[in-house]
């Protein structure tokens, strides 16, 4: 490609056009901050109109209200497909703004009419008791991506772009965002955009100058050093830069043409001509003061183009007749009379540059994907079950088959593209690698004859960053198209704070009947805390599920299943599910086959159940003694202690309950899978002791049942945080989850078995030390537990 030239030019009323359309912007998102009556300014402003509490970010208004008028022009004028994603946390006022210029927002909350009745609601509701937030939100029409904690714009954007061929993503970088670890990463996601399949991001990186009360590290780079930044990032940037705001609209009109002429040009060679070179997209630094257009001094202090101007400029309107002056000085400084008429309507030079219907920001429906999205189709889990004639006599790696049923999924988008898989580097390490018999890893950098699966089209992507994966697929997700996330257990807490934006977005959606289910966040949790026995302590940690469960119970869903089959049934449930978060944890190590595809699906459907087969109630009115158990490791050692009982405790009446939906353990009123009483009651019994190998932290399981009946009966083996490298069955061993130490425990519990029992309790004392003078010398477990198999 050539040097870049920015030599289009606005006429005369093109340019006064997009001024007034900027100016109403402002006007009204000064107005949401400030005013609760008089919004057209048709007396003198006085106290009683302005909002008793001043809440909002006045500082990046002015700029995403600039975007937003430019990006109207370029939509209208070339007929584009376009959303935008709003980085700067709190930029509210000005989305808000542009949405009800345009009339998508009174298009969806008809109350907040395009009017001057509706400009006051619009103004009122702002920041205000059962008003709406100030940073952009699930509320707001056009809006993917929740505004407040900062980092995760761009790769919402890539996300959004990818299989979206005809779909123009601009995403705006405020410059304190910039600063963020996972902002930082996700610059990177050019490398896997395929010009063909998938559509363009331009990101527009507004550098104001200041977060809350500091300078912007970017916006203190001299040009020369940022542009060398961007440009090994592999963008090739465009410089917007001034404070004169018709000198900044020409400059800003020339930029868009530009950069969407040579985006237009690289998806042409792509698609037309059969090009492969990885292009350097465009992108604008868009340099403009921060507060733009607001007071320039407070109290003698500067304001406009300092860290002042973030939030509320002028914070003493009610009680300082200096600040309510000034305040009204500045809304009238917008003109607003030649931009609203008597009845509060935009006038029509103000709305030349808005395009029509879906084309607006805020009524593409790529902005609301439930609009979009199709059912994923799943393949009959019949083809890819494995045989269960009897439980415990064979293995499988569970994670391993789930790969051969999701290479089917692939091969049966590949025409739609509306699937994808992504994750930090380990779909092989986690035994999905049957999906590359269908498509491989996105990648459209360099490639040597070493490299394996690497595609430009592929529709598999790994990056070694956590937050770029998780920002991908919300962004995919968010548009209307289905995925997974199969990430190492105890990494996924890399985005412990991203689900929980994820899960926000969700919950309030479902008070939004506008906004239509998307499909779910589907987490595949493997490698996990019980086989990462030779990575060691680093690689141990299972709380990533203690962490869901504290969040909204209408939205979060935490399966275990013990073994191949029933992964493939809740796979089955939770690839076709919407709107929760689901997550998966499932080994890929080998692991015994207890269920057949039938009992799979009945003891998921129940989510927690008795395995008669596997205890010795044997008709008897009660058990003497439950074991229960969560989580394929846990499940085994249960079982291995069942047996021990039987051959040694043989008049004992063992029920042994498997519990593959967590949730199930909570109470109805707390969560909807939760059991009633009486259910829970009659599964772990109202009096009896319950021995509960858990998978992860032991507490979140007494958290989850505090307030049954029996919780005092109940007794729970997990994870305990030791760790090292060692063998596996001494993980299990050194968090006192082992079979030995469970009989231990059915023995101390049971009432009278502690004289009767004492000999068998030491014999599983004895074995345990044997352990451990075992793997000290032979570096392996003992053989009666390598080669253990169920006798049934």
């Given at each position: ?32 901050i ?5 919004p ?6 006085r ?21 937003h008028?430019h990006?109207n ?41 395009r009017?001057a ?32 904690e ?15 061929p005809g779909?123009?993503?601009?995403c ?5 965002e ?6 930082a ?9 395929d ?16 977060k ?7 916006s ?31 400059l800003m ?14 998806q ?16 604008i ?24 101007a ?8 009610r ?5 309510l ?10 003109r ?6 008597d ?13 029509d219907?879906?084309?607006r ?26 045989a269960?004639d ?8 569970p ?20 699937f994808?898989?992504v994750?930090p580097?380990?779909?092989a390490?986690?035994r ?5 018999g ?13 490299d ?27 548009t209307?198209?289905?995925?997974l ?9 890399i ?5 929980n ?22 987490y ?16 141990q ?7 869901v ?27 076709a ?8 944890v499932?080994?890929k ?8 595809l ?23 009115t ?14 085994q ?17 063992v ?6 939906d ?9 969560h ?67 079979r030995?130490?469970l009989v231990?425990?059915?023995?101390d ?12 309790r ?6 345990r ?10 570096g ?13």
């Amino acid at each position: 490609m050539p040097p870049v030239t920015v030599t289009s030019k606005l006429s005369n009323q093109e340019l006064q056009a997009l001024d007034a359309h900027w100016r109403a912007a402002n006007y009204l998102a000064v107005g949401q901050i400030y005013l609760m009556a008089n919004p057209l300014l048709t007396e003198p402003l006085r106290p009683e109109h302005v909002k008793p509490r001043l809440l909002g970010h006045w500082g990046t208004s002015p700029g995403l209200n600039l975007v937003h008028t430019h990006l109207n022009r370029v939509i209208k004028a070339r007929d584009l497909d376009a959303i935008c994603i709003w980085g700067p946390g709190h930029g509210g006022p000005a989305v808000l703004a542009n949405s009800w210029l345009e009339g998508s927002y009174s298009e969806t909350y008809p109350d907040v009419s395009r009017d001057a009745e509706g400009m006051g609601r619009l103004f009122k509701q702002f920041s205000f008791p059962g008003g709406v937030p100030s940073h952009v939100a699930p509320e707001t029409p056009g809006s993917i991506h929740e505004g407040g904690e900062l980092g995760y714009s761009l790769s919402h954007a890539y996300g959004a772009a990818l299989d979206n061929p005809g779909l123009l993503v601009t995403c705006v970088i405020g410059d304190g965002e910039a600063e963020t670890g996972p902002l930082a990463a996700s610059w990177h996601s050019n490398k896997f955009l395929d010009p063909v399949h998938d559509g363009a991001v331009l990101p527009i990186l507004h550098l104001n100058g200041y977060k809350i009360a500091n300078p912007t590290v970017l916006s203190r780079l001299p040009e020369a050093e940022l542009d060398e930044l961007l440009r090994g990032y592999g963008h090739d940037p465009i410089h917007v830069t001034g404070d004169d705001p018709l000198t900044v609209h020409q400059l800003m009109a020339a930029a868009m043409d530009t950069v969407l002429d040579r985006i237009a040009a690289y998806q042409e060679a792509a698609r037309e001509q059969g090009a492969t070179e990885r292009p350097s997209w465009p992108m604008i630094v868009l340099r403009t003061p921060k507060g733009w257009t607001g007071p320039a001094e407070v109290d003698g202090l500067p304001v406009e183009g300092t860290w002042r101007a973030h939030q509320v400029p002028l914070s003493e309107v009610r009680n300082n007749p200096r600040h309510l002056r000034q305040l009204e000085e500045w809304l009238r400084s917008y003109r607003p009379e030649e931009l609203f008429d008597d009845a509060g309507r935009p006038r029509p030079h103000v709305l030349a540059c808005v395009p029509d219907g879906e084309r607006r920001i805020g009524a593409n429906p790529h902005a609301n994907g439930g609009l979009l999205l199709r059912d994923l189709p799943v393949p009959d889990l019949e083809r890819f079950a494995v045989a269960v004639d009897k439980p415990g006599v064979t293995l499988h790696e569970p994670t391993r088959v789930l790969g051969d049923l999701l290479e089917q999924v692939m091969a049966d988008t590949a025409g739609r593209r509306d699937f994808r898989i992504v994750g930090p580097d380990e779909t092989a390490s986690n035994r999905l690698q049957a999906v590359y018999g269908v498509t491989g890893k996105a990648w459209q950098a360099q490639t040597v004859p070493v490299d394996e699966n690497l595609d430009a089209h592929g529709r598999v992507m790994e990056i070694l960053s956590e937050h770029t994966c998780q920002g991908w697929l919300e962004g995919y997700l968010l548009t209307g198209r289905h995925g997974l996330f199969s990430c190492y257990e105890a990494f996924v807490h890399i985005v412990d704070s991203m689900v929980n934006q994820h899960i926000k977005w969700l919950r309030t959606t479902r008070t939004l009947p506008w906004r239509r289910p998307i499909a779910s966040l589907n987490y595949l949790l493997t490698s996990h805390v019980w086989r990462q026995d030779h990575n060691g302590f680093s690689h141990q940690d299972p709380g990533f599920v203690d962490h869901v469960l504290n969040k909204a119970p209408e939205v979060v869903r935490v399966y275990l299943p013990p073994d191949t089959n029933t992964l493939l049934s809740v796979a089955d449930h939770v690839l076709a599910s919407k709107d929760y978060v689901n997550v998966v944890v499932a080994g890929k190590q080998p692991c015994f086959d207890w269920l057949s595809l039938d009992a799979a699906r009945a003891h998921c459907a129940r989510g927690a159940g008795i395995w008669e087969w596997a205890g010795t109630e044997d008709g008897r009115t009660e058990p003497d003694v439950v074991l229960a158990c969560a989580g394929d490791v846990p499940t085994q050692e249960i079982l291995a202690a069942a047996q021990l009982l039987r051959r040694h405790l043989p008049q004992l009446a063992v029920r042994i309950v498997n519990v593959v939906d967590l949730a199930r353990l909570l109470p109805r009123e707390e969560h909807p899978h939760g059991m009633p009483d009486p259910e829970y009651d009659a599964l772990l019994t109202p009096d009896k002791p319950v021995i509960f190998a858990y998978h992860g932290y032991p507490w979140l399981i007494h958290r989850l049942a505090y307030r049954r009946t029996n919780h005092h009966h109940l007794h729970v083996r997990g994870y305990k945080e030791i760790g090292t490298t060692t063998t596996p069955f001494d993980m299990v061993v050194r968090n006192d989850l082992d079979r030995y130490r469970l009989v231990m425990d059915v023995i101390d519990r049971v009432p009278g078995l502690a004289v009767t029992a004492a000999p068998v309790r030491q014999l599983m004392e004895d074995t345990r030390l044997r352990h451990h003078a075992w793997i000290r010398e032979h570096g392996t477990d003992l053989p009666e537990v390598a080669d253990w198999t169920w006798e049934g």
